[in-house]
Structure formats: structure tokens, C-alpha cells
């Protein structure tokens, strides 16, 4: 009998989840080896009392199982996939990218920047103010 079906047993989900001390259920939920059996509890946590802090020590769990087996979690196994098909979209052909017309400055602000071409260096450096926020 694996430590899992001896915990099932003596300890099923409605009674170890009944209790609201919480040093009985974290170690219990640290005994846990199986995946199954943790999302068993955690499915029964979830459909009664739904705490937080049970629901993260389960979740824990699971991902501990997995790296200890070297397992990706199912739900990162995806991610993973989304984030290689991001990849493939880089090596898009120019073709097949949307054109993007280049946004154009107002034409005051090119007249005021040709207008300040005209003045010499030296008249804008001994300018005895600082520049205002609108000459900026």
C-alpha cells in the first residue's frame, strides 16, 4: 500500500479538510506523492472552504511532484508552446507584415524648428533665460 492509499484511507478528503488547524493539514499535504491524489484534496478544498492558504499548500505540492519527477506541469507545457509559436511569428516575411505609415509632426512645430536653424549658436547659448516648457 502506497503512502498516498494509506493516507486516502485513514485520512480521506472530508475529514482531513474538516479541520480548521492547519498544522494537521500541511503535513498531511507534504506526505502526498501523486499528483491525483493532491488534486483530489484540492478539488474537495475548493468545492467546500476554498482557503486560500490550503489551496497554495496544494498547489505547491503539485509543482514539487512535477520537478521532483522532472515533469513540466501541464499548464506550463502550453505556455511553453505558446511562447515558441510567438517565435515563429518573428521570422515573418516583409510581405506579410502590415505597412505602417510614418506619423508626420504638425507644421508649426517644423516651422518653429527651421525658425530656430537660423539662429547661431552662440545667440542660444548666452540666452540669459532658460528655455519656457513651450520652446521646449
Same mark, same amino acid.
Given at each position: #500500500? ?7 484511507? %485513514? ?12 498544522? !494537521? ?7 502526498? +506523492?501523486?499528483?491525483?491524489? !493532491? ?15 490550503? !489551496? ?7 509543482? =514539487?511532484?512535477?520537478?521532483? &519527477?522532472? +515533469? ?6 502550453? %505556455?511553453? %508552446? ?8 518573428? &521570422? #515573418?516575411?516583409? =510581405?506579410? =507584415?502590415?505597412? !505602417? ?16 536653424? &537660423?539662429?547661431?549658436?552662440? +545667440? ?13
Amino acid at each position: #500500500m502506497s503512502g498516498d492509499e494509506s493516507l486516502l484511507e %485513514q485520512l480521506p478528503p472530508e475529514k482531513l479538510l474538516d479541520t480548521r488547524n492547519t498544522r !494537521v493539514i500541511t503535513p498531511a499535504i507534504e506526505m502526498m +506523492e501523486e499528483v491525483a491524489t !493532491v488534486e483530489l484534496y484540492l478539488e474537495h478544498e475548493r468545492a467546500n472552504r476554498d482557503r486560500p492558504g490550503i !489551496v497554495r499548500h496544494f498547489t505547491e505540492q503539485i509543482d =514539487a511532484i512535477y520537478e521532483e &519527477n522532472g +515533469e513540466i506541469p501541464p499548464g506550463e507545457k502550453d %505556455q511553453e %508552446q505558446e511562447s515558441e509559436g510567438e517565435h515563429e511569428g518573428d &521570422n #515573418m516575411s516583409t =510581405a506579410d =507584415a502590415e505597412t !505602417v505609415s510614418p506619423m508626420s509632426p504638425p507644421e508649426e512645430l517644423l516651422a518653429y524648428i527651421h525658425g530656430l536653424g &537660423n539662429e547661431s549658436d552662440d +545667440e542660444i547659448a548666452s540666452s540669459p533665460a532658460p528655455p519656457t516648457w513651450d520652446e521646449l
